[in-house]
């Protein structure tokens, strides 16, 4: 098997108000089943490595962790090598219960945007309140990046990490990038 | 003339001078100037031409009420039409050129229009150029767009960026005026999240140069120890240069900030758009003051009285040595008394109210010796570009000329209008207030949100509030009443600030002067400045019939030009009134819209330009194809190569040897934008068999099948190859453009028809990186990567197998869209590169050549294989198409089913699929439609059927094309006719759409 090569081979800008990187490639599942059902609970906590975040949070621990999608859906993260083994453990785990585990880990794209103004870089792509009151600590939020669906949480205060699909890394990339231009500080954060 | 005064204005920093220019004349200004004070003061009064007449028009305004002066501003990628002087901040270097005119400013034309006014009444555009039909678009049209149309349109590339801002806030206070400033304040002392818009480059608005005094102080000194007390608390956002813009439904407004307008080329955004979601809005947007209706009240120097004030205090600039006043109100006594004060002269203050007591500003006006004519207005203004004076009349009478005043400059006042835009734009009503002859926010009428309350509250001069003193209280309690809805409570103690009262008489409506104007005189009135639109017109309109406000005002153009009728629309709908002896309000407003003052549409596209205008999705392999000579053509978002060209053959040419190559050697295709979408759970058989015609629960693991799709109506809308993975789990591929729709199409159906159904579906399109290797030599490419067997017996015609190719995991699909031996393999997209560069080198031997999705096209039009999008629009059946084998008799139900058997899709007059070959081995053109006897009510020639596909076959060595002929597949042999767009005939056979290898043997070797 050749090296895993993501969508921009880990490209990095640091030329404007805050740093963007592409990160990866991360181990990612979705994992869809009743999240009230406890053996689906406990596969989800096996697989990420973390106790289950509420609604609208994410839990993450190192390369490990579990991301609320939606009322029936789990993003689980995890280390690139170890995906296919997660996966088998969760079909094994859930063979008798109605979920759905797939491995999207190319699927994905990961970008970081760091630097103090890395709020307001969101902010100008994302309709979502990025004020550190009102998105902080373990949020997760499904939303978009511009014109393309995307998911972000916040490692730290000056930190957000950033999902979307692989086939608009390009895009996301270079939109973060015009968002966070040489002289755009809003200052409002 | 117009000048520079010595006494400095408020807002200009004389120790700063800017250079500038108009109309290439050099000129010279300070910092702190708008480029309306800096063109006064280097006397250029004159500043365009009006848009019918081509009259001369000066600057009337000083904010963005101006309806005059537009210019061009900026040169090449920073060249703008239609800019306002008056919102337009002075800096070194700009560059300005008047508009509509020509050839120049000076002599301009198309003033000839004037002599022809009487020939060019309201509505004369309806009533001239109706007939004959022939003249609008040879005659009437270029010669309109030559001498009408403002400024002209940029030719280089915007060189600026744009961007967005998400803002959210408990409260939005528009205007940083005192009212605005006095509400953001007593919102924030509540605890309230507010964030605080000013349009202009400074705080206080209007009440500074107003005077007056607040808490015992001077205004200035309120203005600076509020500013303060905002920026001392962490919950309030003040924002200079943000104009709100409009306010939408659920608390949604928009802020337009102007960033670098006024230094341009700084690094970052040119415009920013904020895109606010506030609980409340308080709109402390001010008021406008209305012009008055006489005789030559367009002719450069007559000016609002307001304006004239503002130019005198804030920018020392006065508009002229001799201002004659003309008011209906106290409020324009302050600009008498501003301009004395400055050493001006004021020959005459004409009011047109008869007071039986002088008061207040009347008082003080008289004891600085100004002369003042009660009962008095102008019957007309004398000058052509400049004012040089005015004739008086009495104000009761029809405008005998009772004295003649020489001057260089009119101050009028008709009294103010709030500025009710924000609150009208969502809903907020309005109620006519008869005291101040002008319409005021409804507050008991308000713009209401989801809940049912209201979301929008005026503050101040907005609100109808004019005396300092009441600004200020109702600015306070507006947010006080705002953060009552929001559950927060003030701090005990913190209460209005208070102002000192000045004693004041009542305004007196006057909507034309004078009130017994001949039409000689109301001919002369001008309402609407920049579309010339006059009191005889309006009342032209009425007598037409035109009563209704919304059809006089498209009749007249009145309030329809750039300024939206800011100063026009008042006056126009009373003298609408008067002309109908109807009142006011019960003629009405006509309706405000969004946005309040021009925005750029740079602004509102916001980042979306250039490189990223759209998002590009890319495959893991476009790089490759980006090095490799690859020719794009758009799939959805995706850019899929059309061919591979080499060296310097036409695309055709390459097109024709990707046919050639895959059809004899080995063709390697990127099919990762194919759809996939995993369906698993207990009732994934059950729900594909309705989702899909034919079917899927009986496939069995390991084995494929090609599935139709069709919507509730019974149109096919997608097809593709299912893949049963396991027991509970298929796999669906869709086309490329489907992923996403077929995604929701089925996530759909799950949630609201079948919740209760066992089922997941997930899209994993991008999970994978797909080559589809076709042509006789492709079992030899993979044999030569080696890891599994793919020998037919191992791997028959559709089936699929997990296993290792050349060390990479991989999934083969024996599936065939090309009618040749073909293996579609899946990799995950991480490896998908290095995968195609392996089969690439494995390749080389075998005759491997990638190919694009023209030649995709050609193999699978060859073998008579349906493409959705060609041969279906979302009017086509699958019976249409000959694909009845693909419809199960069986089942009970699939979704299409029933409309499938209505009437007019079992009609045997369907045009129905059939392959089409010329007579003559020339191509059809594409679209084409055949030909039938006679023809229809519209005099059209009958058609028979039409072209779907059409291609020249390299295989072939002929033109082979598809298509939808009335009763097709009846009439094989049958000649019909394809008129072409080129003039000629083209002649096709119908023929079975099957043109190679109609036993598929050679798929399933």
Redesign the interface.
């Known amino acids: 098997m050749s090296e895993p090569m993501t969508a921009l081979k880990g490209a990095s800008d640091t030329s404007g108000i805050a740093t963007v990187t592409e990160l990866g490639p991360r181990g990612m599942i979705t994992l869809r089943g009743d999240l009230t059902a406890k053996p689906v609970v406990k596969a989800a906590v096996a697989a990420g490595g973390v106790t289950l975040p509420e609604r609208g949070h994410c839990a993450t621990e190192g390369k490990g962790g579990i991301a609320w999608m939606s009322p029936d859906e789990l993003l689980i993260l995890c280390d690139y090598a170890t995906v296919s083994d997660r996966i088998a453990d969760l079909h094994s785990k859930l063979a008798k219960h109605h979920a759905l585990a797939v491995n999207v880990s190319d699927a994905r794209a990961v970008f970081q945007v760091t630097g103090p103004y890395a709020r307001e870089v969101i902010a100008k792509l994302a309709p979502v309140d990025m004020h550190p009151d009102q998105f902080n600590g373990t949020m997760f939020r499904r939303t978009r990046i511009a014109q393309v669906p995307a998911a972000f949480w916040m490692p730290d205060g000056d930190t957000v990490q950033i999902i979307c699909f692989r086939s608009v890394a390009q895009y996301v990339f270079d939109v973060l990038n015009m968002a966070a231009q040489d002289g755009s500080e809003v200052g409002v954060f | 003339m117009s000048t520079r005064l010595a006494t400095p204005g408020r807002l200009t920093d004389q120790s700063k001078p800017l250079n500038f220019s108009f109309n290439g004349k050099t000129m010279r200004g300070y910092a702190g100037d708008t480029l309306a004070s800096a063109l006064l003061a280097n006397d250029q009064m004159l500043v365009g031409r009006s848009f019918k007449y081509h009259r001369p028009r000066g600057i009337v305004a000083s904010g963005p009420e101006e309806p005059n002066a537009l210019v061009n501003l900026g040169e090449e990628g920073r060249f703008e039409p239609n800019q306002r002087v008056t919102t337009t901040e002075l800096f070194e270097g700009l560059t300005a050129a008047s508009q509509n005119h020509w050839p120049t400013l000076e002599f301009d034309v198309g003033a000839i229009n004037k002599h022809l006014s009487r020939f060019l009444p309201a509505g004369f555009y309806y009533k001239m150029f109706m007939y004959p039909r022939a003249f609008w678009k040879h005659v009437y049209e270029p010669v309109i767009r030559h001498s009408a149309g403002l400024g002209k349109a940029p030719k280089a590339r915007d060189e600026d960026?744009y961007?967005?801002?998400?803002?959210?806030c408990d409260v939005l206070v528009v205007g940083g005026g005192v009212a605005g400033l006095q509400a953001a304040l007593t919102a924030a002392r509540a605890g309230a999240?507010v964030i605080l818009f000013e349009q202009s480059d400074h705080w206080g608005g209007r009440a500074p140069v107003d005077g007056g005094i607040i808490n015992g102080g001077p205004v200035d000194q309120y203005v600076e120890e509020t500013l303060a007390a905002l920026k001392s608390m962490d919950n309030v956002?003040m924002r200079l240069r943000i104009m709100g813009a409009g306010v939408y439904d659920h608390g949604y407004a928009l802020g337009y900030e102007r960033l670098s307008d006024h230094t341009p080329g700084?690094?970052?955004?040119r415009h920013?758009l904020w895109?606010v979601?506030a609980a409340q809005i308080i709109t402390a947007t001010g008021a406008i003051e209305r012009p008055l209706s006489f005789a030559g009240n367009d002719i450069p120097g007559v000016m609002l009285a307001s304006a004239v004030r503002d130019y005198v205090v804030n920018y020392g600039v006065s508009i002229g040595d001799r201002t004659v006043v003309v008011t209906n109100n106290d409020n324009a006594y302050l600009t008498a008394i501003a301009l004395k004060h400055a050493g001006l002269d004021v020959p005459v203050i004409l009011d047109a109210r008869v007071l039986p007591e002088d008061r207040g500003l009347v008082e003080q006006a008289k004891a600085l010796g100004i002369r003042v004519m009660m009962g008095h207005a102008i019957s007309s203004v004398k000058g052509g570009k400049r004012v040089t004076g005015v004739n008086i009349c009495a104000q009761a009478g029809e405008g005998a000329v009772l004295e003649e005043i020489a001057c260089d400059a009119v101050a009028m006042s008709g009294g103010w209008s709030p500025v009710v835009h924000l609150w009208s734009h969502c809903g907020g009503k309005l109620r006519w207030d008869t005291t101040h002859a002008c319409f005021s926010p409804d507050v008991d009428n308000p713009p209401k949100g989801a809940d049912g309350m209201g979301f929008v509250t005026p503050a101040g001069a907005a609100s109808g509030m004019f005396a300092l003193d009441d600004v200020l209280h109702d600015a306070h309690a507006a947010a006080e009443g705002v953060v009552t809805c929001l559950d927060m409570k003030l701090p005990k103690g913190v209460s209005a600030p208070v102002a000192e009262r000045r004693e004041e008489s009542p305004m007196a409506a006057v909507w034309m002067m004078p009130q017994g104007a001949s039409a000689k005189l109301r001919e002369k009135s001008w309402l609407d400045y920049q579309n010339d639109v006059k009191v005889s017109d309006v009342r032209l309109a009425a007598q037409e019939g035109f009563v209704s406000v919304e059809h006089a005002k498209r009749y007249t153009t009145l309030g329809m030009a750039t300024d939206q009728g800011k100063l026009s629309n008042i006056n126009g709908l009373a003298t609408l009134a008067g002309a109908m002896d109807k009142d006011i309000p019960s003629v009405g407003t006509t309706t405000f819209r969004p946005p309040y003052h021009p925005i750029s549409l740079a602004s509102i596209a916001?980042?979306?330009k250039d490189?990223?205008f759209?998002?590009?999705?890319?495959?893991?392999l476009q790089d490759w194809h980006d090095a490799n000579g690859a020719e794009y053509e758009p799939v959805g978002?995706?850019r899929r190569p059309y061919a591979f060209k080499r060296g310097s053959e036409t695309t055709h040419d390459a097109v024709m040897r990707e046919v050639t190559n895959t059809r004899e050697k080995l063709g390697l295709l990127d099919a990762s934008t194919l759809g996939k979408l995993?369906v698993?759970?207990?009732d994934a058989g059950k729900f594909l068999d309705m989702m899909y015609t034919n079917m899927m629960s009986t496939l069995k693991p390991g084995k494929c099948r090609y599935g139709l799709m069709c919507n509730e109506n019974g149109f096919l809308i997608d097809d593709g190859v299912v893949a049963r993975i396991d027991e509970d789990t298929w796999l669906c591929h869709t086309t490329t453009g489907g992923a996403e729709t077929i995604h929701a199409h089925m996530e759909e159906w799950l949630q609201t028809e079948w919740w209760d159904w066992?089922v997941?579906v997930?899209n994993?399109?991008?999970?994978?990186a797909q080559v589809a290797v076709v042509g006789p030599n492709a079992r030899k490419a993979l044999e030569k990567l080696g890891g599994m067997d793919v020998s037919k017996e191992a791997l028959g015609f559709m089936e699929w197998v997990d296993g290792t190719l050349g060390?990479?995991?991989v999934r083969i699909y024996r599936i065939s869209f090309s009618g040749e031996l073909s293996y579609e393999i899946a990799v995950?997209?991480?490896?998908g590169?290095?995968?195609w560069d392996a089969l690439m080198a494995v390749g080389a031997d075998l005759g491997a050549m990638p190919y694009g999705t023209e030649c995709l096209h050609i193999l699978r039009a060859e073998k008579g294989f349906i493409m959705i999008g060609d041969e279906t629009d979302g009017t086509v059946i699958p019976q249409d198409l000959g694909l009845g084998w693909a419809i199960s008799k069986k089942k009970e139900d699939y979704l299409g089913k029933r409309a499938q058997e209505r009437s007019h899709m079992t009609d045997p007059n369907r045009w129905k699929l059939v392959g089409l070959e010329t007579v003559d081995g020339s191509t059809l053109p594409d679209g084409a439609y055949a030909v039938a006897e006679g023809t229809n009510e519209n005099g059209q020639r009958n058609t028979q059927g039409r072209v779907t596909s059409t291609y020249h076959s390299p295989t072939l060595g002929k033109g082979i094309a598809m298509g939808l002929i009335h009763n097709g597949p009846d009439r094989m042999g049958e000649v019909v006719t394809f008129p072409g767009t080129d003039g000629k005939d083209y002649k096709a056979k119908i023929v079975n759409p099957v043109f190679y290898d109609a036993d598929g043997e050679k798929q399933n070797v």
């Open positions: 960026t961007e967005h801002f998400y803002s959210f999240r956002e700084a690094a970052g955004p920013r895109r979601r916001g980042e979306a490189h990223v759209q998002p590009i999705r890319r495959t893991p978002h995706w995993i698993k759970g207990p066992q997941y997930a994993v399109t991008e999970q994978y060390g990479f995991n995950d997209a991480s490896h590169r290095a995968f």
